[in-house]
């Protein structure tokens, strides 16, 4: 039977690799000659070149033009259509009587969004690292079902945020699902989504909820890690069990937490997708972030004219961010292979 | 051996855990039980009512199966009536049809005799329900809209940049394992330089470029842009890394071409990579939103999750074909996932990335 089914199997991989090995074939017949003209020793040029003109064509000369893009005023998007050089986005967008009172900014939508977004990544970082470890501290035990568990706080990761947002917008509804369980239990019915002051609690929960599985995941790695020896150790000499979680998992779990800390740092700065299909960034702008902000005034604002300018200018913003982020992660993930190698 | 050392050994060696639960076990049991319904109860809440009629979906409290309420076509009135028991006076009870409520009286009439209506306060009348599952769901929505377009888009986009994916990527990852090259490091130090510019910080020019080559509201627009992962280079890279050199100078020797090498001796060593990188690709593309959102703004070009999106913010009220678009949308990851989870989560716990 099962020879029959590997025969089943083999066939199909056969019909399926024809149209494969015929392209393959016909991309060799131009190679072979190239091989001959320009040497093998030139080959691996040839091997680069198109994934490098993929990246050179839409992230290094984007990066580039979006120098421009912030330094050049106007409304067309073509370059030679547009004023240069000025300083007009940066100045509009940082033009605050006090930085600490979006009100006050010529731009109030972007500095809220500054300020949503960094109560946003604080919360929900904090508290998504708080649920990955305690998952996985739970899912790493020798429970019943463990393989089960683990596919169900995982299965989330996968589903896409436009699916999530609308899951999460249909439960939370005024006359949704939660509110009918809190309301067996006694309490009041909640506007999640369209009271300003929980609206952002809920999204939140939504984001903890769909990336969770994630985290859970790298922590859980972490754990395997941690040799199991250092436990029985501990065991014998009759330690108990939250010493041992203190002293011992805890500490070796550090280096790997403080990825995960970067990593959803990182994430969550850019967070849009599941928050524009579950709120829409409102109400009003209590749950738009600076993504939201780029997006609105650079491709969907209605009525008024598109700003190209402004858009990169708050994406060279929030570039300079991640990038403060991202070398922060650099440094410790070298930090953290140079001392597994010591050990 | 001498019995004290025994008996030392016996106590060294004791678990001490063993046959007895600590508090941790208890409440590592709730959790879970409490996570399982978080986790997974909203998506099959979601597969339930996706199956309910629209009237079922909007009732508070709602009811956990697909039970709908039966209605029945009453003379004299244009639409279908629901049904209730209503318990009468003399503490009988009869079979009559809602016309409307007013407060807490609803105006009702018996189907058997439709010429009178009669008032009922709304506490003595109970609704008569059936299990009764909607398909129509399911098949409305991909005929009447455009799902079935949206669903062939979405396929093409995902089939087609994974393989684009693939090739390119593969082809780089070759090139910066198995050869050594002036410009080497040049060229990984700018594969890992992309690696640190994400989408969202390029959106306008990016834009740009792809307005540029005429490609907005065209599904190449969406395709091109991610097609050169610099996490699919690393990937691949890393696994071709540890493939045995002597093969490929055996290879050589039989005066193989370079291309052949590639394509006949690394990537078929390579599919356990592959695959890693093809389902990852996968995902990112049959999920991927806001970039499908900026260039595709024309309904036929639509992808499964901008059209979804669109449907909902155009009819908010039509929640039964929400959800149920809803649930093919995540079909098809949820079935890959059910196949290949261990590969999925072997492969995100080894790589990090999702």
């Given amino acids: ?343 | 051996m001498s019995e004290t050392t025994s008996r030392i050994i016996k106590i060294a060696t004791k678990k001490r855990y063993k046959n007895k639960y600590h508090w941790t076990d208890y409440f590592s049991y709730f959790y879970l039980f409490l996570g399982v319904l978080l986790m997974f109860g909203p998506v099959v809440w979601l597969g339930l009512s996706s199956l309910k009629t629209l009237a079922g979906i909007q009732e508070y409290p709602p009811t956990i199966l697909p039970l709908s309420q039966i209605q029945v076509d009453v003379e004299g009135y244009d639409k279908p009536l629901p049904i209730f028991n209503v318990t009468q006076e003399d503490g009988s009870v009869k079979q009559l049809a809602q016309i409307k409520r007013i407060g807490i009286n609803a105006k009702m009439v018996d189907p058997l005799n439709p010429e009178e209506t009669v008032k009922v306060p709304i506490d003595k009348r109970e609704k008569i329900r059936e299990f009764k599952i909607q398909w129509e769901n399911y098949v409305d929505p991909l005929r009447k809209y455009d799902f079935l377009l949206y669903f062939k888009n979405s396929t093409f986009i995902t089939v087609v940049a994974t393989i684009i994916t693939l090739i390119i990527n593969s082809m780089a990852a070759y090139a910066l394992s198995i050869y050594e090259f002036r410009g080497k490091n040049f060229a990984l130090v700018f594969v890992i330089g992309t690696l640190l510019i994400p989408l969202t910080i390029i959106l306008v020019p990016v834009f740009y470029v792809v307005a540029n080559f005429g490609m907005i509201n065209s599904l190449w627009g969406v395709i091109l842009p991610g097609a050169a992962t610099p996490t699919g280079v690393f990937l691949l890279r890393q696994y071709m890394l540890t493939l045995p050199r002597e093969l490929i100078e055996a290879a050589r020797m039989d005066h193989a071409s370079e291309w052949a090498i590639y394509w006949r001796v690394v990537l078929p060593l390579s599919i356990p990579a592959i695959a890693v990188l093809a389902i990852f690709s996968i995902m990112w593309r049959w999920n991927d939103f806001l970039w499908p959102l900026i260039v595709l703004s024309k309904s036929e070009v639509y992808t499964l999750q901008i059209g979804l999106n669109a449907f909902h913010g155009e009819l908010t009220s039509q929640w039964n074909y929400v959800l149920s678009m809803t649930m093919v949308t995540l079909l098809p990851i949820a079935i890959i996932f059910a196949y290949l989870q261990k590969f999925i989560t072997t492969g995100i716990a080894s790589t990090g990335m999702k």
């Fill in chain 1, 1 to 343: 039977m099962e020879n029959i089914r590997n025969q089943i199997k083999n066939f199909f991989l056969r019909i399926l690799n024809i149209p494969f090995a015929f392209l393959m074939h016909a991309i060799d017949l131009i190679m072979w000659p190239v091989q001959k003209i320009i040497g093998v020793k030139n080959m691996p040029y040839i091997f680069l070149l198109p994934n490098l003109i993929f990246f050179g064509l839409f992230v290094i000369i984007p990066l580039g033009a979006n120098f421009f893009f912030s330094l050049s005023s106007g409304d067309e998007l073509l370059f030679t259509e547009r004023e240069l050089p000025t300083t007009k986005q940066y100045d509009q967008l940082f033009d605050c009587e006090s930085y600490l009172n979006p009100n006050t900014c010529t731009e109030d939508f972007f500095w809220r969004g500054v300020y949503n977004t960094i109560f946003f990544v604080v919360f929900q970082v904090g508290l998504m690292i708080f649920f990955s470890v305690l998952t996985a501290v739970i899912l790493n035990k020798k429970i019943i079902g463990r393989g089960f568990f683990r596919s169900v706080f995982f299965f989330p990761v996968l589903l896409s945020p436009v699916v999530v947002g609308l899951i999460w917008q249909w439960i939370l509804l005024k006359n949704g699902a939660f509110n009918a369980i809190i309301e067996s239990y006694g309490g009041d019915k909640v506007s999640f989504l369209t009271d300003p002051s929980w609206a952002m609690a809920s999204v939140i929960f939504v984001s903890i909820w769909a990336h969770m599985g994630f985290y859970t995941l790298i922590v859980l790695a972490g754990l395997q890690a941690i040799p199991p020896n250092l436990y029985e150790a501990a065991e014998m000499d009759g330690t108990s069990r939250e010493r041992i979680f203190f002293r011992i998992t805890l500490p070796l779990l550090m280096p790997n937490l403080l990825v995960v800390f970067i990593l959803a740092s990182i994430k969550g700065v850019q967070t849009f997708d599941e928050i524009y299909v579950l709120t829409g960034g409102g109400p009003g702008t209590s749950t738009s972030l600076i993504v939201q902000y780029i997006f609105t005034t650079g491709f969907a604002s209605s009525g008024s004219v598109q700003n190209f300018g402004l858009a990169a200018a708050a994406s060279m913003v929030l570039g300079v961010v991640l990038l403060f982020l991202t070398l922060m992660q650099l440094y410790f993930s070298r930090n953290k292979e140079s001392k597994h190698q010591e050990i």
